[in-house]
């Protein structure tokens, strides 16, 4: 490989890469582990709503305004459609169903601070999800198996990425900018090595280690 800057005293630019490299796929780790870990919570917020939708309101009425724990609304069918609720425990959250009963959107907030929706496909599996905290916000794909499959974020530390993820559910794609105002693409192995990389410095310069990740 040639035009590779000159390395910086006491360490090699490669091997400040393959750090930042290694830290990024972590990240997308840890991301994958809180999908799990924030769709469980959010289950446990709408668990109240999946009796509510199912019920079916044989006479409905009409109000000016309605002051309620629930709500449901119901189409020309009698049949719910749209659900809300709130929990003892501080939780909110927000259904709409289809004409066949499936779950499609859904919105909610937790006790600890989490706010997410959520969007299904016409089989009521969860496809779309996207969260948000204090601090970060995250939006996940996932497909027809229920796992993720791309991941894009924001953390507190000021990182921006979006992450490729295969049927194992490892990371294999991931790229991301900095708040130093460095950016990188990198594609890792099986075993999720990163094995080339594409990385950009707030200094303009650029690195491209491919294979082992070590320069020539």
């Known amino acids: 490989m040639t035009n590779i ?3 910086e005293p006491g360490m090699t630019n490669t ?3 393959l750090a930042e490299l290694e830290r990024t796929v972590e990240n997308l780790r840890r991301s ?3 999908h799990r ?4 919570g959010l289950a446990v917020v709408l668990a109240p709503l999946m009796f509510l939708g199912a019920r079916q309101v ?4 009409k109000f000016d305004e309605i002051v309620t724990k629930r709500l449901s609304i119901i189409d020309v069918d009698g049949k719910t459609r749209i659900s809300a609720s709130t929990t003892n425990d501080g939780g909110a959250a927000m259904v709409w169903w289809d004409a066949d009963g499936k779950r499609r959107i859904t919105a909610a907030t937790t006790k600890n601070g989490l706010a997410g929706m959520g969007w299904s496909g016409t089989d009521g599996k969860e496809r779309i999800v996207a969260v948000t905290s204090s601090d970060a916000a995250s939006m996940t794909w996932l ?3 229920g796992k993720a499959r791309i991941k894009a974020g924001t953390d507190k530390d000021g990182t921006a990425s ?5 049927a194992d559910g490892k990371a294999r794609i991931a790229a991301g900018t900095d708040k130093q105002g460095a950016a990188s693409v990198i594609w890792t192995d099986a075993d999720e090595k990163p094995r080339i990389a594409a990385i950009t410095n707030k200094d303009g310069r650029v690195f491209l280690p491919t294979a082992d990740l070590k320069q020539p």
């Not at 870990?37 to 469980?40: A, E, F, K, M, Q």
């Not at 044989?58 to 009425?61: D, F, H, S």
């Not at 979006?162 to 295969?166: E, F, I, N, Y």
């Open 5 to 7: 800057p000159s390395e």
């Open 15 to 17: 091997d400040t890469r």
């Open 32 to 34: 994958a582990r809180r």
């Open 37 to 40: 870990i924030v769709t469980g």
């Open 58 to 61: 044989n006479a409905p009425q």
């Open 143 to 145: 497909d027809a198996d």
């Open 162 to 166: 979006v992450g490729w993820l295969d």
